[in-house]
Structure formats: C-alpha cells, structure tokens
C-alpha cells in the first residue's frame, strides 16, 4: 500500500518546540500533504493503511476536527441508524459501537509500556491495550456492517472513494471552543500529555501545530463537499440551538423516518445533563487504569461555550 501524499518532518525547533509541551509522543512530528496536516511518529507506519481503509456501501463515518461534538453526533447517529435501539446502547460502550479509526496513533510504543506496568502487567489490561493498539484499518475488517466509523483525519488523508462510497457526517465548530475544549483533552489524557497552559495551547492551535491541523484546511475540504448527497455538513452550533431538528437532518440523511415522540426522546437523550452521565460514553476501558489525569475535566464536558 502506499499513499500519493508527501510526508515531511516539521523542522528541528519546532518539533522540539511540541514535544517539550507534550509527553504523549516521544519521536516527533510530521507535516502530510500540501496542506501540511500535523501528525506524528506513528502515522509513517500506518498512514498508507488509513488511506487506503477498505470501505463499504453501508459505511456511516462522523469525521470531525477534534473537540467539535464528535462523541454527541456518534450516539446521535448511532441511534438513528439502529433504530433507537437505547438497550443495546446502554449495554455496549460508544467505542465499541462506534470505534475511532485512527486511535492506535496516539499510543506511543513507549507509553504503552509504562501503562501496562503501571497496571502491573494485568492481563485484562494488556489484552484491552492490545484492541486499543491495533491499527483501525484493520480493526475495522472484522467488524460486522453496518459499520460506524469516526475519524479526526481530514478527507485528503482518507479514502479517496470514501464521499462517493459511504455516507459522511462532518461536524464544524466555532475554532474558539474547538481550543479551549481541545485544551482540556490534551491536559486529560495522558498519551497526548499536554503540560503547560491555555496561551500556550492557543499560540500552538494558531500555528497549526497541534495534531490534526490546519484547523481550517479541514473544515474547507468537507464543505467543498457539502452539496454531495453522501455528505452532510452540520454545524455544532446549529445542534445546539435545535436538536430535534438536527436528528431530523440526520434521519433524512440516513432514510430513517422518526415520528415527533422519537426526535422528543432522543432529544431528552442526548441533552448534555443526562449525556455527561451516561456511562456508555466512558472513552477508556475499565481494565486500563492510569490513562487520564487526575483532576482534570473529563472526556464530556459542559458541552456549552467554552470559558477556561
């Protein structure tokens, strides 16, 4: 496999500018295509296998910048598209129904290590370290359709075929929440290890040298695409301000017809009081104990305006 991108090392100082704020990668940083997406040492040995991911008619991917409502759109969409079946959502952790794709990267070989001795070489934790480490391309290959899909990778770093292939949901955000929510994240777990303050974040952030950017060079590539009938472009502040007609929107998208109590009820749902508290939105399996930061914020935040 191969990929038609120019993969470049960002330069000396300022991988060395990155790393000495984030303990999560440990080699460095690279810039990927013209567009020079931020990502790091391990997308050299698997960034051809994202790209060329094996793709399905019945695929339904969330693609998202990070921080942007990604986790509140997967268990919309999930619904949606299983029926409102809630008994198999609660039984079943998000990740499981909806893995992302791409996850593996952000576990460094090291930290790897130090999290299964940190968990005393438990076996639980290895075997669950192990799911977590596989790459998602080939993860995805036993998972049964129709597949849920997330992924943080803009399209140029994705599946060529995958708009013309697959139904895509890309959700946008105000970029100011999008850095203080990404913030928080970045200082919550561990394997990105963020380790200094907000004005850091946001002069990195603007930079485009915080994974995944350019910020906007992602949000342009989908709403180019937006006009595409296997694409629909939301936007988060739009969710906010009326949900029920946002699972509208995706029901139609999906060919999903919903009654007014079924939108009332999922509505009820997904509000952010009852979201934060749902425990099938837990992002770190129960066998892998030292992943996250105490005293930090968690995954699921307000999901409001963000102030520091």
């Known amino acids: 496999m191969s990929i038609p991108l120019e993969i470049a090392s960002v330069s000396p100082e300022?991988?060395?500018?990155?790393?000495?704020?984030?303990?999560?990668?440990r080699n460095g940083y690279y810039?990927?295509?013209?567009?020079?997406?931020?990502?790091?040492?391990k997308y050299l040995r698997h960034g051809a296998g994202y790209y060329n991911t094996e793709l399905r008619p019945d695929d339904v991917w969330v693609v998202t910048y990070p921080r942007s409502g990604t986790t509140w759109t997967q268990e919309l969409v999930w619904l949606v598209n299983n029926?409102?079946?809630?008994?198999?959502?609660?039984?079943?952790?998000?990740?499981e129904r909806f893995p992302f794709l791409e996850i593996s990267l952000l576990l460094h070989d090291d930290f790897q290590k130090e999290i299964i001795e940190f968990n005393n070489n438990d076996p639980k934790c290895i075997e669950e370290m192990k799911k977590m480490c596989e790459p998602g391309f080939e993860a995805l290959k036993r998972v049964k359709s129709p597949r849920h899909i997330k992924s943080h990778f803009p399209l140029a770093l994705l599946p060529p075929k995958l708009v013309d292939t697959c139904k895509v949901i890309y959700v946008a955000r105000n970029p100011k929440d999008v850095?203080?929510?990404y913030y928080y994240q970045n200082?919550?777990?561990?394997?990105?290890?963020?380790?200094?303050d907000f004005p850091k974040f946001w002069d990195l952030f603007m930079r485009d040298s915080v994974l995944w950017a350019p910020f906007w060079s992602h949000i342009e590539e989908a709403w180019k695409l937006r006009d595409h009938p296997n694409m629909?472009?939301?936007?988060?502040?739009?969710?906010?301000?009326?949900?029920?007609?946002?699972?509208?929107q995706v029901g139609t998208f999906l060919k999903k017809e919903l009654t007014d109590d079924q939108?009332?009820?999922?509505?009820?749902?997904?509000?952010?009081?009852?979201f934060k508290?749902?425990?099938?939105?837990?992002?770190?399996?129960?066998?892998?104990?030292?992943?996250?930061?105490?005293?930090?914020?968690?995954?699921?935040?307000?999901?409001?305006h963000n102030i520091l």
């Open 31 to 41: 810039h990927v295509g013209p567009k020079k997406f931020l990502l790091n040492s």
């Open 14 to 25: 300022l991988n060395e500018e990155i790393k000495s704020v984030f303990s999560g990668e």
């Open 187 to 196: 200082r919550l777990l561990k394997f990105m290890g963020f380790e200094s």
């Open 232 to 248: 629909l472009f939301l936007f988060y502040e739009d969710m906010k301000k009326d949900l029920p007609a946002a699972i509208r």
């Open 83 to 95: 029926g409102l079946d809630y008994d198999r959502a609660l039984k079943e952790k998000l990740v």
């Open 179 to 181: 850095a203080v929510s």
């Open 263 to 274: 939108v009332a009820k999922l509505a009820d749902h997904l509000d952010i009081k009852n």
């Open 277 to 304: 508290n749902n425990p099938s939105m837990q992002q770190i399996p129960d066998a892998i104990k030292g992943m996250e930061r105490e005293g930090e914020q968690g995954f699921v935040r307000q999901g409001a």
